[in-house]
C-alpha cells in the first residue's frame, strides 16, 4: 500500500477548507438529509421505487355483467362506452370480455380498470353468469339488464329467466364470501340502503348488488299503440322499484348521455346524474334508484275488477300475471339443427384448428358408418 505524503495531506486539507467555504461553515455529512439521514439520491431513488411499488399493487376493480334480450343491444352499448365506435357490433358467442381504464387522480399513481363482460345468446346460457359472479367478485360487482321493448311477448320471460340466475348466483357468492370476510353482508346492505333509501321492506326485493334495467330498442318501442307502451313502461318501472335497480330507456339511433353516466358509475363509482325522474311513458326514461315510490307506480296495468280474481299472494306475482295477461309470452324454442355452427364462421378461422375439427369430424362419421354395420 503506498505511503501518504505530504503534499496528499495538503491537497486533502485545502479540498477541506473548499467545501467549507462552499457550504458556509462545516460541511454537512452526504447522508443527513434533513435530519433523516439519507442523501439527497437515496431518498430519490426511495420515491421512484415507491411509485414503481404503487403501480404493481393490486387494486379494487369493480365488475359489471351485461345480460338480456338476443338482439337487444347489449354489444353496441359496450362499444359506445368504449367509444370504439368505428367497430361493428358482432353476436356475442357465450361470454365477452373488455376493460375500460380511468385515470386516477392526480396524487395517485396508475389507473383504476373496470372489467366489463357481457352474456350472450339471451336466456340460454345462464349457467355462464357463474364464470363473471364470483365469491371473489362479487362485493365490487354489479349487473346491467337489458330487456327489448320492441318484443313485449318475450320480455317477462327474459326477466324472469336472467334475474332469477342472477338473484340465485349473487345469494350464493355472499354466502361463500361471508366464510372469508364476514362484515361483507353488512357492506352490501349499507349499500342497498344508499341506492334504495329506507323503504318499506315489505315493498321491496332489492338485488343485493347493484342493478341497471335498460329498455333498448327505444325507437322502434315508439310505434307501439299508447296503452301498450303504458303497461310495458309501468311494469318495468314497477320491477326497478322493487329490485332498487335505476332504470333508464336507449336507442341505437341516438346517444344516450345517461346510459354512459350509469355505465361508468358502476365501473368507478361515480355520481349517478341529478336530474328529476323522467317517468312518461311516452319520453325517454331515466329512473334513478331510490327516486321512484309505489304510489307514484300505481296499480298493476289491469282492471280493477280483474285484480281480484287474481290468486297470487306476492307484489311480484300480481304484476306478472297481470303483465302476462295483457302480453302472453312466448317462450322462444330453437331447433339445434337450425343454430348457427360458429365453428365455420369465417371470423374465428383458424388452419391448424380447423383441420384438426375436419379430421375428428371425419373420424366420428366413420365410427358412426362402422357402428351401424355392425348392428345390421
Known amino acids: 500500500m503506498p505511503r501518504r505524503t505530504q503534499n496528499d495531506e495538503r491537497d486533502e486539507d485545502e479540498n477541506k477548507k473548499h467545501d467549507d467555504d462552499f457550504y458556509g461553515g462545516q460541511r454537512k455529512q452526504e447522508t443527513d438529509l434533513g435530519g433523516s439521514g439519507k442523501s439527497l439520491w437515496d431518498a430519490a431513488r426511495d420515491i421512484v421505487a415507491s411509485r414503481e411499488q404503487a403501480e404493481t399493487l393490486p387494486t379494487v376493480s369493480n365488475t359489471v355483467l351485461f345480460v338480456g334480450s338476443r338482439s337487444g343491444g347489449k354489444s353496441t352499448m359496450v362499444l359506445r362506452y368504449l367509444e370504439r365506435t368505428s367497430e361493428t357490433a358482432k353476436p356475442t358467442i357465450a361470454l365477452e370480455y373488455n376493460y375500460a381504464k380511468k385515470p386516477k387522480t392526480t396524487d395517485t399513481v396508475g389507473k383504476d380498470i373496470g372489467h366489463v363482460w357481457e352474456l350472450g345468446d339471451g336466456t340460454f346460457l345462464t349457467k355462464l353468469i357463474d364464470v363473471v359472479l364470483t365469491p371473489e367478485t362479487i362485493e365490487h360487482a354489479s349487473v346491467v339488464l337489458v330487456l327489448d321493448l320492441s318484443k313485449e311477448q318475450e320480455l317477462w320471460y327474459t326477466y324472469e329467466t336472467l334475474y332469477d340466475a342472477i338473484a340465485k348466483r349473487v345469494k350464493h357468492c355472499i354466502n361463500e364470501a361471508a366464510k372469508q370476510n364476514p362484515n361483507i353482508k353488512d357492506k352490501l346492505k349499507e349499500s342497498i340502503t344508499q341506492r334504495i333509501g329506507k323503504a318499506n321492506k315489505n315493498d321491496v326485493e332489492p338485488l343485493r348488488i347493484p342493478l341497471l334495467i335498460v329498455g333498448s330498442k327505444y325507437d322502434e318501442f315508439q310505434k307501439l299503440e299508447p296503452e301498450a307502451k303504458k303497461t310495458i313502461i309501468k311494469t318495468l318501472r314497477f320491477l326497478a322499484f322493487y329490485h332498487g335497480a335505476t332504470l333508464l330507456s336507449y336507442s341505437e339511433k341516438q346517444e344516450s348521455v345517461y346510459l354512459k353516466s350509469a355505465i361508468h358509475h358502476l365501473l368507478f363509482d361515480t355520481n349517478l346524474p341529478e336530474k328529476q325522474p323522467q317517468i312518461d311513458y311516452q319520453k325517454p326514461l331515466?329512473?334513478?334508484?331510490?327516486?321512484?315510490t309505489l304510489e307514484q307506480v300505481g296499480p298493476p296495468p289491469i282492471p280493477e275488477y280483474e285484480l281480484g280474481d287474481l290468486k297470487e299472494q306476492t307484489p311480484l306475482a300480481v304484476w306478472r300475471a297481470a303483465y302476462c295477461k295483457r302480453f302472453p309470452q312466448e317462450v322462444e324454442k330453437r331447433d339445434?339443427?337450425?343454430?348457427?355452427?360458429?365453428?365455420?364462421?369465417?371470423?374465428?378461422?383458424?388452419?391448424?384448428i380447423d383441420a384438426m375439427r375436419e379430421q375428428k369430424i371425419a373420424e366420428l362419421q366413420r365410427y358412426l358408418t362402422m357402428k351401424t354395420r355392425s348392428r345390421s
Open 286 to 292: 331515466y329512473i334513478k334508484s331510490g327516486s321512484d
Open 336 to 352: 339445434p339443427s337450425l343454430m348457427q355452427d360458429y365453428g365455420r364462421d369465417p371470423q374465428y378461422a383458424d388452419a391448424s
